[in-house]
């Protein structure tokens, strides 16, 4: 865009009135010049963020943003990432997931209430996080308690593993099995679930991450990055 500027100077202009303009015009273009590359300037500081991200703590780990990798290779978390923040806790999820605050679905065997889900658009690949106040039990007795109820419940259960593990910052357990999708009587493929289970101040916890077993693999950096993510509210 161009600037044209037209003045017209009177003989009878003094010698400061000239010396006044003149301040003024290149005060102008000074502005027009100064203020044309600075549209530039929040490219510089995206092109610089990522080393000042490196030397800042944050209160919570802020991974999608510093994962370049990533958001590159990984579709599902290319559009960056949102904040949940609930009553009990807050995650980041990749932005290009579908949020659902009032989930219906409930994926654990044993007793809890569904907090929010995540789902991939287009795709049976899902997170959902579950809440429960099961009294003073022992993870390792509350953990072993849903893996039983699980076998039961479960179509076609088959386990993959379990071990120790974070949600957050806090220790959990971890249980992977293999499960069939059923429609009408008819088993038509298997999912795989991931589930991770702790207790925090009275609460237990359930973060589960379920899709078809095809697409598993493809969108667990995703998932790993919401569970690095999480992080829990002192109550």
Known sequence: MGFYV?????????DN????????IMTSFGFIILVSPSFHIFGIIGAV???????IEFPYPFLFLKSSKLEHDHP???????????TLFQVLYPSNWIKEDIPLVKYTALESLPEVAFYVPNQNVEVIISTER??????SEYFSREVIALQDSVTGYESVGSSKTK?????????????SMVEEGTIYGQTKTMELVTIFQGVSYFFIYRAEVSEYSKYLPAVQEM?????????
């Open 134 to 139: 099961p009294g003073n039990v022992l993870l």
């Open 6 to 14: 037209l003045f017209y100077f009177s003989e009878d202009m003094t």
């Open 227 to 235: 569970i690095r993510s999480f992080v829990f509210k002192r109550a």
């Open 76 to 86: 599902s978390s290319s559009g960056g990432v949102n904040l949940y923040e609930g």
């Open 17 to 24: 009135y000239r010396k006044i303009t003149n301040v003024v």
């Open 49 to 55: 963020a990522p080393s000042i991200y490196e030397s």
């Open 167 to 179: 949600l957050g910052n806090v220790t959990a357990l971890e249980i992977s099995y293999i499960g």
